[in-house]
């Protein structure tokens, strides 16, 4: 080819449909002739299908004529037809061996196909079935219970279908109720829940308030804001106690030792920071990140430290030496969430890569990798009581189970972007979204028993109504969010509720296909 000549470049649309006639004309040599048909081994193919289907139908109508009900009948004709069994198809096989073989003098013997004659009597002689021994039985009392009629002269007492069915010599239990129609599964009732409500508004943050933690005696909350500050609040009063200061950008996650006197923070500036709360001031760094850190969670039986972040990475520290443990690579995209537990899989992680993987601690390595979800998983959380776990996407929340991430059911109706997740021994889970909705969830049946719109205070814009994280506390009765508007909320139960101020409109739906 000359170097001055273009190569023509064709459309995608072109190479396809030459591609395709390529295979075509590949293949057409072997599908553009039909095979010939062997007359003989369809018909063959008739009487096996014939026998099958309405042998049957044929012998009950044969016995309804001979009154097949008399046992001096039933025992000689079934040693008749124990005699004729010994009728069989001999020779070889009357189909051919390869496709496309017709069966002829040189590749089947003369005569090994029987004839209809042959089929018909074969048909004909086989022993009959105990539906037909029972239902043979069953006339022949019916015989006996008319002569006894009979005798007594009371012969009018016996009813039609009575003789209907000894004209045909069937039983009186109809076919249709052999077969148990299969119900179709619903949904088990939703236990009830009391409705939340706002409880409280906390404000003092000068920017988005992005996480929470409730200290393990219940006393008090921390919050970090995009003000790069760490606040302190009282849990009864809602007062603020403390504040800290240390980041140089916002502050992602929060988490709250309950072995030391520590707090865990992590933040947009790569920073993570141990915090002691006797001195109020960081005494440890834990550096390695090599981009901003999201989210943090501190193991529950060991000093181990877990971050994850925008490098797509979740790394193990350990708490007294600063070291890392281990570097856990596996997710294309930022770790937006993540949570520790003493059981397998101790580490557990959610990603913008859709993907939600479990992690072995000891070998640090990806053990299960959930690929179901379709948008981006921004929150897992874990059930404080079952071995099970719940995940977040814009798609949908699902459920899963323990160790090897079985999937259990889908919470679908939440259509918006879910940041966060909370979910309390009771049995709620309380998903937020972008949009400052939040729907409340009954965990075991995924019922949906109520929705609510956090209220946007006033000086915020309406878009400033976004819910970033939630959780409960301790006991499970008051739901701490921190929003958008630079505000703190806490829900708790309404007291005065019952199941009949507040009744379930629930109806047992047909479950539907569970979608993956």
Same mark, same amino acid.
């Given at each position: 080819?000359?170097a001055?000549?273009?190569?023509?470049?064709?459309?995608?649309?072109?190479?396809?449909?030459?591609?395709?006639?390529r295979?075509?004309?590949?293949?057409?040599?072997?599908?553009?002739?039909?095979?010939?048909?062997?007359?003989?081994s369809?018909?063959?193919?008739?009487?096996?299908?014939?026998?099958?289907?309405?042998?049957?139908?044929?012998?009950?109508?044969?016995?309804?004529?001979?009154?097949?009900g008399?046992?001096?009948?039933?025992g000689?004709?079934?040693?008749?037809?124990?005699?004729?069994?010994?009728?069989?198809?001999?020779?070889?096989?009357?189909?051919?061996?390869?496709?496309?073989?017709?069966?002829?003098?040189?590749? !089947? =013997?003369?005569?090994?196909g $029987? %004839?209809?004659?042959? /089929?018909s009597?074969?048909? +004909?002689?086989? &022993?009959? #079935?105990?539906?037909?021994?029972?239902?043979?039985?069953?006339?022949?009392?019916?015989h006996?219970?008319?002569?006894?009629?009979?005798?007594?002269?009371g !012969? =009018?007492?016996?009813?039609? $279908? %009575?003789?209907a069915? /000894?004209?045909t010599?069937? +039983?009186?239990? &109809?076919? #249709?109720?052999?077969?148990?129609?299969?119900?179709?599964?619903?949904?088990?009732?939703?236990e009830?829940?009391?409705?939340w409500?706002?409880?409280?508004?906390?404000?003092?943050?000068?920017?988005?308030?992005?996480?929470?933690?409730v200290?393990?005696?219940?006393?008090?909350?921390?919050?970090?804001?995009?003000?790069?500050?760490?606040k302190?609040?009282?849990?009864?009063?809602?007062?603020?106690?403390?504040?800290?200061?240390?980041?140089?950008?916002?502050?992602?996650?929060?988490?709250?030792?309950?072995?030391?006197?520590?707090?865990?923070?992590?933040?947009?500036?790569?920073?993570?920071?141990?915090w002691?709360?006797?001195?109020?001031?960081?005494?440890?760094?834990y550096?390695?990140?090599?981009?901003?850190?999201?989210?943090?969670?501190?193991?529950?039986a060991?000093?181990?430290?877990?971050?994850?972040?925008?490098?797509?990475?979740?790394?193990?520290?350990d708490?007294?030496?600063?070291?890392?443990?281990?570097?856990?690579?596996?997710?294309?995209?930022t770790?937006?969430?993540?949570?520790?537990?003493?059981?397998?899989?101790?580490?557990?992680?959610?990603s913008?890569?859709?993907?939600?993987r479990?992690?072995?601690?000891?070998?640090?390595?990806?053990?299960?990798?959930?690929?179901?979800?379709?948008?981006?998983?921004?929150?897992?959380?874990?059930?404080?009581?079952?071995?099970?776990?719940?995940?977040?996407?814009?798609?949908?929340?699902?459920?899963?189970k323990?160790p090897?991430?079985n999937?259990?059911?889908?919470?679908?109706?939440?259509?918006?972007?879910?940041?966060?997740l909370?979910?309390?021994?009771?049995?709620?889970?309380?998903?937020?979204?972008?949009?400052?909705?939040?729907?409340?969830?009954?965990?075991?049946?995924?019922?949906?028993f109520?929705?609510t719109?956090?209220?946007?205070?006033?000086?915020?814009?309406?878009?400033?109504?976004?819910?970033?994280?939630?959780t409960?506390?301790?006991?499970?009765?008051?739901?701490?969010?921190?929003?958008?508007?630079k505000?703190?909320?806490?829900?708790?139960?309404?007291?005065e509720?019952?199941?009949?101020?507040?009744?379930?409109s629930?109806?047992?739906?047909?479950?539907?296909r569970?979608?993956?």
């Amino acid at each position: 080819m000359a170097a001055t000549e273009e190569i023509p470049r064709h459309s995608v649309h072109t190479l396809v449909f030459r591609s395709i006639k390529r295979t075509h004309d590949m293949f057409l040599a072997d599908h553009s002739v039909p095979l010939a048909q062997d007359e003989q081994s369809n018909k063959m193919k008739i009487a096996c299908k014939i026998r099958d289907e309405y042998s049957n139908l044929s012998k009950n109508s044969k016995t309804g004529q001979k009154h097949f009900g008399h046992q001096d009948v039933i025992g000689p004709l079934a040693i008749q037809h124990a005699e004729e069994q010994t009728l069989a198809i001999k020779g070889p096989h009357p189909f051919p061996n390869a496709p496309g073989v017709s069966l002829t003098d040189d590749t !089947a =013997e003369t005569g090994t196909g $029987p %004839s209809a004659l042959a /089929v018909s009597k074969l048909t +004909s002689s086989l &022993p009959p #079935s105990n539906h037909e021994i029972n239902a043979a039985k069953a006339s022949h009392g019916v015989h006996e219970m008319m002569n006894k009629a009979k005798a007594s002269g009371g !012969a =009018e007492r016996i009813d039609a $279908p %009575s003789k209907a069915l /000894v004209a045909t010599g069937e +039983s009186k239990t &109809p076919f #249709s109720q052999g077969i148990v129609p299969r119900k179709a599964q619903t949904m088990p009732k939703p236990e009830w829940h009391a409705p939340w409500k706002l409880m409280r508004v906390i404000s003092g943050h000068t920017g988005w308030v992005r996480c929470v933690a409730v200290e393990p005696g219940n006393k008090w909350f921390c919050t970090g804001s995009a003000d790069r500050t760490i606040k302190i609040w009282d849990l009864a009063t809602g007062k603020l106690k403390l504040s800290l200061t240390g980041h140089v950008s916002t502050v992602r996650g929060l988490v709250v030792s309950p072995r030391h006197p520590y707090l865990f923070s992590c933040g947009e500036d790569k920073q993570v920071k141990c915090w002691d709360l006797e001195y109020n001031k960081v005494i440890r760094h834990y550096h390695g990140h090599l981009s901003a850190c999201y989210c943090i969670g501190l193991h529950p039986a060991i000093d181990v430290l877990c971050t994850g972040g925008r490098d797509a990475t979740v790394r193990v520290w350990d708490i007294r030496t600063k070291s890392c443990i281990h570097t856990l690579t596996g997710h294309t995209n930022t770790v937006a969430d993540l949570f520790c537990q003493s059981a397998e899989p101790q580490i557990v992680s959610g990603s913008h890569d859709c993907t939600i993987r479990y992690w072995d601690l000891a070998s640090g390595k990806s053990r299960v990798t959930l690929t179901n979800h379709k948008k981006s998983v921004r929150a897992v959380v874990a059930h404080p009581l079952q071995y099970t776990m719940g995940s977040a996407s814009a798609d949908n929340i699902k459920q899963w189970k323990f160790p090897d991430g079985n999937f259990i059911q889908n919470l679908t109706g939440h259509n918006a972007i879910l940041n966060c997740l909370a979910l309390n021994s009771d049995g709620v889970l309380v998903s937020g979204a972008d949009n400052g909705s939040m729907h409340f969830w009954d965990w075991k049946t995924g019922y949906n028993f109520q929705r609510t719109q956090a209220a946007v205070q006033p000086g915020s814009l309406d878009s400033e109504a976004g819910i970033f994280s939630m959780t409960f506390d301790m006991s499970g009765c008051r739901l701490i969010s921190t929003e958008a508007d630079k505000t703190i909320k806490i829900y708790k139960e309404d007291e005065e509720a019952s199941e009949e101020t507040h009744p379930v409109s629930w109806r047992p739906d047909i479950v539907k296909r569970k979608r993956y």
